[in-house]
């Protein structure tokens, strides 16, 4: 047998061996699908995996309250209220805390202080420590000091002794230890503590 029948038979054999295989229909496509398939669960694990990984991020973060730190609560004008306790600062007393004219209205042991006399019985305070007056009927004047907490002193100058129903200023100012002051009010008290005298700024 030459090498070309030889060849011619082998041919033949092949394409009957080829013949008796049953073709398969749709392969690419299924190749195809099959791909598509891997990809969409591929990408549906990622997808859970990263739902799970920012559960547990937001878990930690409610259990361990964030990195924030808590502040104070804000109010309406947008600043943080402050929690510290507001004090009311207590100015000292000085002359100045007395300045000005000062009419008395209510001295113990005295009762006419509304009676009509000669004069406006008042009493004048200066800054610079002196004070002056009338007591109704005579001119009066002296000097006075006054600590931080009240404390008070007053000496008198010489003066006339007209007598009539006297505002008696004089008495008060010697006889006084401590005063109070506050916007329209002045408070004359002994050593002991017991009221003498109350004056009211004059208008």
Known sequence: MSNTDLEDELRGTLDRAAASVPQATGLSDRAATGVREARRRS???????????????VTGFALTGGNTPEQPPVAAGGAPQSTAPTT??????SAKSVAGTWRATQITGTK???????????????????????????????????????????????????????????GV????????????TLTFAAADGHELARYARAR
Do not use: Y
């Open 43 to 57: 990408w549906m694990i990622s997808g859970a995996a990263a739902v799970a990984v920012a559960a547990v991020a």
């Open 88 to 93: 009311t600062a207590v100015q000292p007393l």
């Open 173 to 184: 100012l010697q006889s006084a230890k401590r005063i109070a002051v506050t916007e329209d």
């Open 112 to 170: 006419a202080l509304k009676s009509a006399r000669p004069d406006d019985p008042v009493l004048v305070f200066k800054a610079d420590g002196t004070w002056s007056g009338s007591d109704g009927c005579n001119g009066l004047q002296g000097t006075f000091t006054i600590g931080q907490r009240g404390e008070f002193a007053a000496t008198s100058g010489p003066q006339h002794m007209i007598g009539c129903e006297n505002v008696p200023h004089t």
